[in-house]
């Protein structure tokens, strides 16, 4: 097959908040551009993009797809990506491997708080932005309220590109203000008929239509003095300026569709023509892998070296483990020798395929600007460079943010736990957002992830592909416990049993430090009261001691231990006698210096719309939590607090109850603090019940 020339091919990615309706959308285009013969819909499980169980039974996109589709000579490779904030970082990653993003906004809904972020990191990233007004024929779908709520929050790069023909149910076809020409749409075709204006719109178009020129002429100097001169501008010279302020980002287009109905769907596909080739675009930018990483720019050329960025792994039932891969320079065969920058292996090519969804289809090869996927890389994961060997190269990755909640694991069937961690590593590959770890101190295995639900799809996978289950517990917190005032204390192993005997003694003075300074460990010894070479053994049986602290066998941290003074014996003194008497040094000193609890506590970022932010502070308040202020952005309100992460093991179902799902949060660790006596109280039974227990 001929390569695709990089200028007739445009990337694509559909975002937004959860629910907009892009997946409906991309089906909608799929099915108008006769990529597909049949209009599935989200609710019936049928759509091209949500094709995955998980996603077939929550009725939501989980995890960004790939599809393609040809349109008026050109390709469209088109990812839709999840709303839904537990998976948002899915969609923020595709941005990097498109040129523009339909950015779909439920007209009744409006701005939500994920098409908010989504909008500023594209804008950010400098890619092109398309919107899409999605659900016009339902009940209060007003057009225009939509479109002035987006400029007020995006400022006045949002143009109406087309208007709305009928209301609500009513609503049947679109003006197009480029053009000047009406479609309306029967059936779920896709196809508009062309129609005169309606008379009733036609100070409602002349207005919009004059709104969109001023707007559009403003990239083009020339264009805007011939405009203001009172010269009608053709609409060769409408679109061309319109494509420089796309490119730019000083328009964003705004077009009213029914993606069930199939209204305007075309309009949209007609504005490929304005949105930059991957040969318009600037040249990514890349360092040398390995030497100096000298900063390099790829062009997407594809007689230059093969350069692919990897953005994303799925696993496809047949081919097993596969690779979306934008091609930014160079081209691809199937069995082409690439590098993997991270891994410094090699991979051939294998097999290269096209994706519809998860239809697969082989093709030979792949040039600069496609995205592609790729199947049977051995070692190659979200985020690689693959580049030719002999002009190694590394695309900077998505990072994600860590996972923001944590859960112990225990298999359902004793004797699975191999079968579990190896299925969640496999898991791992494909889901950068997910984390899985043993944590020795409270022996469990922790799964942790952006949230509830985002634990739960991998869960529901585990089951289906590795035929394993788990319980989910909540996580048992890393306490820690400390001191709070100097005290000294002699620590005597002393045994005779027959033959030798053995002899340690030292004392040793605990002193708390400040939080987060962890141990110190003082050699005050003088005059020899204690052998050098017995003192290592102390401090060892120090060490080994406080792993376990004195109020509920928690770690002890933030103490600063002196050896001051001891005896010997010496026949009967061992390394062995004087580790037991540093540990028996130490759990008297740690009793006798006000030992105490600690917790950690986190900072929590939720973010959610203005309506809750009242019950959001005071369920944070009856949390233990302590504001740190709160920001607006736009509609979108974020609240910044300091929460025991005691307090915050149940917040996720509680946020998504109090905000119908709209609100999201983060989490990090910031500092340990004492636990309030009356609470640590609950704390140490709970540890005695553990071990009495165990
Ligand atoms: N009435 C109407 N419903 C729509 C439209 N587009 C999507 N939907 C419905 O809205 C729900 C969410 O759509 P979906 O495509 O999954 O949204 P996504 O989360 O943005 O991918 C589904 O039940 C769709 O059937 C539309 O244009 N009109
Ligand atoms: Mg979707």
């Given at each position: 097959?001929?390569?695709?020339?990089?200028?007739k091919?445009?990337?694509?990615?559909?975002?937004?908040?959860r629910?907009?309706?892009?997946?409906?959308?991309v089906?909608a285009?799929?099915?108008?551009?006769?990529?597909?013969?049949?209009?599935?819909?989200?609710m019936?499980?049928?759509t091209?993009?949500d094709?995955?169980?998980?996603?077939?039974?929550?009725?939501?996109?989980?995890?960004?797809?790939?599809?393609?589709?040809?349109?008026?000579?050109?390709?469209?490779?088109?990812?839709?990506t999840?709303?839904?904030?537990?998976?948002?970082?899915?969609a923020?990653?595709?941005?990097?491997?498109v040129?523009?993003?339909?950015?779909a906004v439920?007209?009744?809904?409006?701005?939500?708080?994920?098409t908010e972020?989504?909008?500023?990191?594209?804008?950010?990233?400098?890619?092109?932005?398309?919107?899409?007004i999605?659900?016009?024929?339902?009940?209060?779908a007003?057009?225009?309220?939509?479109?002035?709520?987006?400029?007020?929050?995006?400022?006045?790069?949002?143009?109406?590109?087309?208007?709305?023909?009928?209301?609500?149910?009513?609503?049947n076809?679109?003006?197009?203000l480029?053009?000047?020409?009406?479609?309306?749409y029967?059936?779920?075709?896709?196809?508009?008929?062309?129609?005169p204006?309606?008379?009733?719109m036609?100070s409602?178009?002349?207005?919009?239509?004059?709104r969109?020129?001023?707007?559009?002429?403003?990239?083009?100097?020339?264009?805007?003095?011939?405009?203001?001169?009172g010269?009608?501008?053709?609409k060769?010279?409408?679109?061309?300026?319109?494509?420089?302020?796309?490119?730019?980002?000083?328009v964003?287009?705004?077009?009213?569709v029914?993606a069930t109905?199939?209204?305007?769907?075309d309009r949209?596909?007609?504005l490929?023509?304005?949105?930059?080739?991957?040969?318009?675009?600037?040249?990514?930018?890349?360092?040398?892998?390995?030497?100096?990483?000298?900063?390099v720019?790829?062009?997407?050329d594809?007689s230059?070296?093969?350069?692919?960025?990897?953005?994303?792994?799925?696993?496809?039932?047949?081919?097993?483990?596969?690779?979306?891969?934008?091609?930014f320079?160079?081209?691809?065969?199937?069995?082409?020798?690439?590098?993997?920058?991270r891994?410094?292996?090699?991979?051939?090519?294998?097999?290269?395929?096209?994706?519809?969804?998860k239809?697969?289809?082989?093709i030979?090869?792949a040039?600069?600007?496609?995205?592609?996927?790729?199947?049977k890389?051995?070692?190659?994961?979200?985020?690689?460079?693959?580049?030719d060997?002999?002009h190694?190269?590394?695309?900077?990755?998505?990072?994600?943010?860590?996972?923001?909640?944590?859960?112990?694991?225990?298999?359902k069937?004793?004797?699975?736990?191999?079968?579990?961690?190896n299925g969640l590593?496999?898991?791992?590959?494909?889901?950068?957002?997910?984390?899985?770890?043993?944590?020795?101190?409270t022996?469990e295995?922790l799964?942790?992830?952006?949230?509830?639900?985002?634990?739960?799809v991998?869960?529901?996978?585990l089951?289906?592909?590795?035929?394993?289950?788990?319980?989910?517990?909540?996580?048992?917190?890393?306490?820690?416990?400390?001191?709070r005032?100097?005290a000294?204390?002699q620590?005597?192993?002393?045994?005779?049993?027959?033959?030798?005997?053995?002899?340690?003694?030292?004392?040793i003075?605990?002193?708390?430090?400040?939080?987060g300074?962890?141990?110190?460990f003082?050699?005050?010894i003088?005059?020899?009261?204690?052998?050098?070479?017995?003192?290592?053994a102390?401090?060892?049986g120090?060490?080994e001691?406080?792993?376990?602290?004195?109020?509920?066998?928690?770690?002890?941290?933030?103490?600063?231990?002196?050896?001051?003074d001891?005896?010997?014996?010496?026949?009967d003194?061992?390394?062995?006698?004087?580790?037991?008497?540093?540990?028996?040094?130490?759990?008297k000193?740690m009793?006798?210096?006000?030992?105490?609890?600690?917790?950690?506590?986190?900072?929590?970022?939720?973010?959610?719309p203005?309506?809750?932010?009242g019950?959001?502070?005071?369920?944070?308040?009856?949390r233990?939590?302590?504001p740190?202020?709160?920001?607006?952005?736009?509609?979108?309100?974020?609240?910044?607090?300091?929460?025991?992460?005691?307090?915050m093991?149940?917040?996720?179902?509680?946020?998504?109850?109090?905000?119908?799902?709209?609100?999201?949060?983060?989490?990090?660790?910031?500092?340990y603090?004492?636990?309030?006596?009356?609470?640590?109280?609950?704390v140490?039974?709970?540890?005695?019940?553990?071990?009495?227990?165990?």
């Open positions: 097959m001929a390569l695709v020339d990089p200028t091919i445009r990337n694509l990615a559909v975002v937004g908040h629910g907009a309706g892009k997946t409906s959308l089906e285009m799929l099915f108008t551009s006769g990529a597909k013969n049949r209009l599935g819909a989200v019936e499980g049928t091209t993009m094709h995955d169980e998980d996603e077939i039974k929550r009725q939501m996109t989980i995890s960004a797809g790939l599809a393609h589709m040809d349109w008026a000579g050109y390709k469209l490779n088109i990812l839709d999840p709303g839904e904030a537990s998976f948002i970082n899915e923020l990653g595709t941005l990097s491997v040129e523009g993003v339909i950015v439920n007209a009744v809904t409006k701005v939500e708080v994920q972020r989504v909008w500023k990191k594209a804008a950010e990233l400098g890619v092109s932005r398309l919107v899409a999605t659900m016009m024929d339902r009940e209060r007003v057009f225009a309220e939509v479109v002035d709520a987006m400029r007020r929050r995006f400022g006045d790069e949002v143009v109406a590109i087309a208007l709305p023909i009928g209301e609500e149910a009513g609503f076809g679109v003006v197009d480029v053009e000047m020409k009406a479609y309306t029967s059936g779920n075709s896709g196809k508009g008929k062309e129609e204006i309606p008379a009733d036609a409602a178009v002349a207005e919009a239509r004059e969109l020129v001023d707007r559009v002429a403003e990239a083009d100097d020339a264009l805007l003095e011939k405009y203001l001169e010269t009608e501008l053709s060769a010279e409408i679109v061309s300026a319109l494509q420089a302020a796309v490119a730019a980002g000083t964003s287009p705004v077009s009213p029914s109905k199939n209204i305007g769907v949209i596909l007609s490929l023509e304005v949105v930059p080739s991957p040969k318009a675009r600037k040249p990514q930018a890349a360092t040398k892998a390995g030497g100096d990483h000298a900063s720019e790829i062009a997407p594809a230059a070296p093969a350069a692919l960025f990897v953005f994303k792994t799925i696993y496809d039932q047949f081919s097993g483990r596969v690779n979306l891969a934008r091609v320079s160079g081209k691809i065969s199937t069995d082409t020798q690439l590098l993997n920058s891994t410094a292996e090699k991979e051939r090519t294998g097999n290269i395929i096209l994706m519809q969804g239809e697969t289809k082989a030979e090869d040039g600069a600007g496609d995205i592609v996927a790729l199947a890389l051995k070692e190659t994961g979200t985020g690689d460079t693959l580049s060997p002999a190694a190269v590394v695309f900077p990755r998505y990072e994600f943010p860590p996972p923001a909640i944590s859960f112990a694991i225990t298999p069937t004793r004797g699975d736990e191999e079968k579990v961690s590593r496999r898991l791992g590959e494909e889901d950068p957002a997910m984390a899985v770890r043993f944590d020795p101190q022996k295995m799964i942790s992830g952006t949230s509830q639900v985002h634990v739960e991998i869960l529901d996978k089951k289906r592909r590795f035929g394993v289950e788990v319980d989910l517990h909540p996580p048992r917190v890393p306490y820690r416990e400390t001191i005032k100097k000294n204390a620590g005597r192993h002393k045994k005779q049993t027959g033959g030798r005997g053995q002899f340690g003694d030292c004392w003075e605990v002193e708390p430090l400040p939080r300074e962890g141990y110190k003082e050699d005050a003088f005059g020899g009261s204690i052998p050098r070479n017995f003192i290592p102390v401090e060892k120090v060490v001691a406080m792993e376990r602290g004195v109020i509920a066998g928690y770690p002890v941290v933030d103490v600063k231990v002196k050896l001051y001891g005896s010997y014996h010496t026949v003194s061992s390394e062995l006698a004087f580790k037991l008497a540093g540990g028996l040094a130490w759990n000193a009793s006798e210096a006000q030992p105490v609890l600690l917790e950690p506590v986190m900072n929590v970022e939720v973010m959610a203005e309506e809750n932010m019950d959001i502070m005071g369920d944070l308040s009856s233990r939590g302590r740190q202020g709160s920001e607006t952005v736009g509609e979108l309100h974020v609240i910044r607090a300091q929460v025991p992460l005691a307090e093991l149940t917040y996720a179902p509680q946020l998504r109850s109090m905000t119908a799902g709209r609100g999201s949060f983060t989490m990090d660790f910031n500092h603090e004492e636990v309030p006596a009356h609470l640590a109280e609950k140490v039974e709970e540890a005695k019940a553990r071990k009495a227990g165990e």
